[in-house]
């Protein structure tokens, strides 16, 4: 990433450790020797102290002097010579005496002479100067005066060990610093990759979920901040999942509900259309024949027996086939109740059939069914007689030829198929999926002889349909035959 935030954390970092570093370095560059020179006059002047001390107490010749004297001058780096009022040697740090015994009387008896260099601390009994030695040219912190007993002294450091140190130091923090310097980095970006990794899995989290993938989830296991943002994210994946299901949910019911809306608005006009189409016939014969009757056209008691039959005929055809819209537009709406029940549709059928003899008789009509053990079902028995009759009536209306209508019944696999077949002419194969739509006539001239509605067909398909069960037809070279099936119980 080009604004990543592991590069960006380790660069501040190593710009921060190397700014510590040059800001220590610079600060002992510049400090360093003004504070060791500082400590430096605290330790003479401490040194001068227990020199005045022992002087005072008469203990400055003693063996515990000594060693205290010796630890003093190796510990603090300081050359040190005493000498008494008729300067004599009392006691020295140094095998080559002389030199410091003569640069003791020089500072103190040639004062003049010696003001030069600077100028640390001056006091009535002692001063304190940064001296240029000539002899090796080096400098020194000296110290000099008088003790409270007369004795004189000279208190000598070398300053060249001071910036010795100094630099040292310096070159020594250098090294340090760059070592760490490195080494933080390499740290800091080992640390800023494993604190980065949870954000990058919460990033690529966050981008499946950008395209609608739920499946990605926090796995962390930390107590961090960044785990709770991964244990929020996870949270929030599942309740946008959610929130969509139902989105979807009701976006999808909601578009069946306009389907079922634009089909109903379909239904209903195709409905209106279809039955002003129906009923505009049997209106129209029934408005001429009473118009003939009241202008009496004929004036025999026959010819107006004959009007007024014609005239009930077709009033009985448009009762029948309000009736059968009636059933059909409660089928399609759903407002229709199916129970399912327990019945014998061998003893259903055979009952029927009985009281459908006289008919086929007079249609010379042949009849044919074998005969049944008892078939148990489960179905709505209304449904079932009310689909049985519109497949016989139509095969009464349509049987030709030899004239034989032939009921089987079928077992097969949990089912039994009912089949109505009737001689005549098959149905043109161009109109075997229409036959099932409502208003519609493979021959309308014929259905108009026998006062046919079309839509018997189409309650069966409904009934058949809110029962959830199977149905159809099938053309044979000397007839047709309508079928069901009903679930054995």
């Known amino acids: 990433m080009k604004y990543s935030i592991r590069r960006q954390f380790a660069l501040v970092f190593c710009l921060l450790m190397a700014g510590t570093i040059l800001l220590c370095w610079f600060i002992n560059n510049t400090f360093l020797e003004r504070y060791y020179l500082n400590n430096k006059q605290k330790v003479m002047m401490n040194v001068y102290f227990v020199v005045n001390q022992a002087s005072n107490e008469g203990t400055i010749r003693s063996e515990d002097f000594d060693i205290e004297f010796q630890k003093i001058c190796s510990k603090n780096n300081i050359s040190i010579i005493l000498l008494d009022a008729e300067t004599r040697t009392i006691k020295t740090s140094m095998n080559d005496y002389e030199i410091l015994s003569r640069q003791l009387l020089d500072y103190l008896f040639q004062k003049d002479s010696y003001t030069n260099g600077k100028l640390l601390v001056e006091e009535e009994n002692y001063e304190m100067r940064i001296k240029l030695d000539e002899r090796t040219q080096l400098e020194y912190v000296d110290m000099w005066g008088v003790l409270d007993g007369g004795n004189l002294f000279l208190f000598r450091s070398p300053l060249e060990g001071i910036r010795e140190s100094v630099?040292?130091?310096?070159?020594?923090?250098?090294?340090?610093?760059?070592?760490?310097?490195?080494?933080?980095?390499?740290?800091?970006?080992?640390?800023?990759?494993?604190?980065?990794?949870?954000?990058?899995?919460?990033?690529?989290?966050?981008?499946?979920?950008?395209?609608?993938?739920?499946?990605?989830?926090?796995?962390?296991?930390?107590?961090?901040?960044?785990?709770?943002?991964?244990?929020?994210?996870?949270?929030?994946?599942?309740?946008?999942?959610?929130?969509?299901?139902?989105?979807?949910?009701?976006?999808?019911?909601?578009?069946?509900?306009?389907?079922?809306?634009?089909?109903?608005?379909?239904?209903?006009?195709?409905?209106?259309?279809?039955?002003?189409?129906?009923?505009?016939?049997?209106?129209?014969?029934?408005?001429?024949?009473?118009?003939?009757?009241?202008?009496?056209?004929?004036?025999?008691?026959?010819?107006?027996?004959?009007?007024?039959?014609?005239?009930?005929?077709?009033?009985?055809?448009?009762?029948?086939?309000?009736?059968?819209?009636?059933?059909?537009?409660?089928?399609?709406?759903?407002?229709?109740?199916?129970?399912?029940?327990?019945?014998?549709?061998?003893?259903?059928?055979?009952?029927?059939?009985?009281?459908?003899?006289?008919l086929c008789r007079q249609k010379e009509i042949t009849l044919q069914m074998e005969a049944y053990p008892p078939i148990h079902v489960w179905a709505d028995e209304f449904m079932v007689e009310e689909v049985f009759n519109n497949y016989f009536t139509n095969a009464v209306n349509h049987v030709a030829e030899n004239r034989v209508i032939d009921v089987k019944l079928t077992l097969n696999e949990g089912v039994v198929r009912v089949s109505v077949f009737n001689t005549g002419s098959p149905i043109p194969e161009e109109s075997l999926p229409l036959i099932w739509e409502k208003f519609y006539k493979v021959d309308k001239a014929r259905t108009r002889e026998y006062g046919g509605s079309g839509v018997g067909l189409s309650i069966v398909k409904a009934m058949m349909e809110s029962m959830n069960q199977r149905y159809g037809v099938i053309n044979y070279d000397n007839g047709v035959a309508f079928w069901f099936e009903l679930e054995i119980s």
């Not at 981008?207 to 609608?212: A, D, G, I, S």
């Not at 949270?235 to 299901?245: K, M």
């Not at 189409?277 to 001429?288: M, N, S, Y």
């Open 167 to 358: 630099a040292l130091a310096n070159r020594f923090l250098a090294y340090v610093g760059t070592g760490a310097a490195i080494l933080s980095a390499l740290i800091i970006l080992l640390v800023s990759r494993k604190i980065t990794e949870p954000i990058m899995e919460l990033t690529g989290i966050s981008e499946r979920m950008c395209h609608l993938d739920f499946d990605a989830k926090y796995t962390g296991n930390s107590k961090t901040e960044i785990a709770l943002l991964g244990q929020n994210i996870n949270e929030l994946s599942e309740t946008l999942e959610t929130t969509i299901s139902e989105l979807k949910s009701a976006n999808n019911e909601l578009q069946r509900d306009i389907e079922k809306k634009n089909k109903i608005d379909e239904m209903r006009k195709e409905f209106l259309s279809n039955v002003s189409h129906e009923l505009k016939t049997p209106i129209a014969l029934i408005q001429g024949y009473a118009e003939g009757l009241k202008e009496g056209i004929n004036d025999d008691e026959e010819s107006r027996n004959f009007y007024c039959e014609v005239i009930m005929d077709e009033a009985s055809k448009m009762n029948h086939m309000v009736k059968k819209l009636l059933t059909l537009n409660q089928l399609e709406f759903g407002n229709n109740t199916v129970t399912m029940e327990r019945f014998d549709i061998t003893a259903l059928i055979t009952n029927y059939l009985q009281t459908a003899e006289i």
